[in-house]
């Protein structure tokens, strides 16, 4: 304290100010609220299991519209396949009507070369004939050589036109066989084509079916964690109002509770008392203690001495980080010169309850709490009340 020491017109006017703060402080805060540590803590894991839930609901969610985005396209595709299955299908259709006509092309062709064969056959027999009973009639009868000449040369045309008609038969015959084997080769193409097309379309329908199972599981799963999540925010409300009721009540018993603990309230912390309360603090100005001054570690923790109404939570000139607890009946509890503060201006505390810790920040030397009880804006003796 040896800089408020130093500084004694400093120190006298933040003195002042400290007490139109609990003054202000006094006229606006409400009651003080005692929550049941139990309510909260469940309030607590409630919230937690309502943030899992809302997580896994999203992430489920999520995991529905990717397996609908993959469905529909599977939808798409079985789309394009069962049209190229039924363009599949036609093209065997049609080659098997083109096959059937070939086969029948092939059967004109074969009847008409076993005619031209046989016609063939008959002239070249003729032609034997001929040729030898020419000869004996040019020997017998003195036919002429002219005419004999002449007719061997017409039976020579027919048997070349005749030659020329079943080699044409034969060339076509041929074409429509090497036809007929390319028609049946794309057949058996498109028959294996649509075995695999088949095949691919039932693969399809198998991973379509199984992408449904799954989405009517995330669906149950979707449905199940939104009703999880809807019953366990109905207890949150639930408990949050029970909550709040079990303060009013003890918000009611708070302003004849406090009065009748004196003496027996817990010290905020623990540590030694350096300076006590009504002692002389600046000699030249005759200023006294108002509070007492508890040294301790850094960082020990600040109990609030009964349960009620954090009023102020914030740094305060010289004091540091400063918190004022009101616990109704016009009581008020001022914790000074902390490191860190847990609560914020608003907030419920119980009897016990870690508000802050303790440092050093604010005009002080040293690590310390200091600490005030005041009654109607009044400061009273820590001492007499804590023990």
């Not at 201006?345 to 005041?374: H, K």
Request: contains cysteine.
């Amino acid at each position: 304290m040896a800089c408020m020491q130093a500084r004694p017109s400093v120190f006298l006017a933040a003195n002042g100010w400290l007490k139109t703060l609990i003054l202000v402080c006094m006229s606006t805060s409400s009651l003080a609220q005692d929550s049941p540590q139990a309510l909260q803590e469940q309030l607590q894991k409630i919230a937690q299991n309502i943030h899992q839930l809302e997580l896994h609901l999203s992430e489920d969610s999520s995991n529905y519209s990717l397996l609908e985005a993959e469905s529909q396209q599977i939808d798409k595709d079985m789309g394009v396949l069962h049209a190229a299955l039924r363009g599949s299908l036609r093209r065997i259709e049609n080659s098997q009507h083109d096959l059937q006509l070939l086969h029948e092309q092939r059967y004109v062709l074969q009847a008409q070369l076993e005619v031209q064969t046989e016609r063939f056959k008959q002239q070249l027999i003729s032609a034997y004939q001929f040729n030898a009973h020419s000869r004996w009639q040019f020997i017998l009868n003195q036919q002429s050589l002219q005419n004999v000449g002449r007719n061997s040369v017409i039976y020579n045309y027919l048997h070349q036109a005749q030659i020329e008609q079943i080699t044409r038969i034969q060339a076509l015959n041929t074409q429509l066989q090497q036809n007929q084997q390319a028609v049946l080769a794309n057949q058996q193409n498109q028959q294996q084509l649509h075995l695999q097309q088949q095949e691919q379309y039932q693969l399809l329908a198998l991973a379509r079916e199984q992408k449904q199972k799954a989405k009517n599981t995330l669906a149950q799963l979707i449905q199940e964690n939104t009703t999880a999540i809807q019953d366990q925010q109905n207890q949150q409300r639930q408990l949050a109002n029970l909550l709040e009721q079990l303060k009013r009540q003890q918000v009611a018993a708070n302003k004849q509770a406090f009065s009748q603990l004196k003496g027996r309230l817990k010290w905020p912390v623990r540590g030694s008392l350096k300076n006590k309360f009504g002692e002389l603090k600046i000699s030249a100005s005759g200023v006294d203690w108002t509070g007492v001054s508890l040294a301790a570690e850094a960082g020990t923790e600040i109990h609030a001495i009964f349960s009620g109404e954090v009023v102020f939570a914030d740094w305060f000139d010289h004091y540091g980080w400063l918190t004022i607890v009101d616990h109704g009946d016009n009581y008020m509890s001022l914790y000074a010169h902390a490191e860190g503060l847990y609560k914020k201006t608003g907030e419920n505390v119980t009897r016990g309850e870690v508000i802050a810790i303790v440092g050093d920040s604010g005009d002080t030397a040293s690590p310390n709490l200091y600490f005030e009880i005041r009654h109607q804006g009044t400061p009273v003796d820590p001492s007499v009340w804590c023990g």
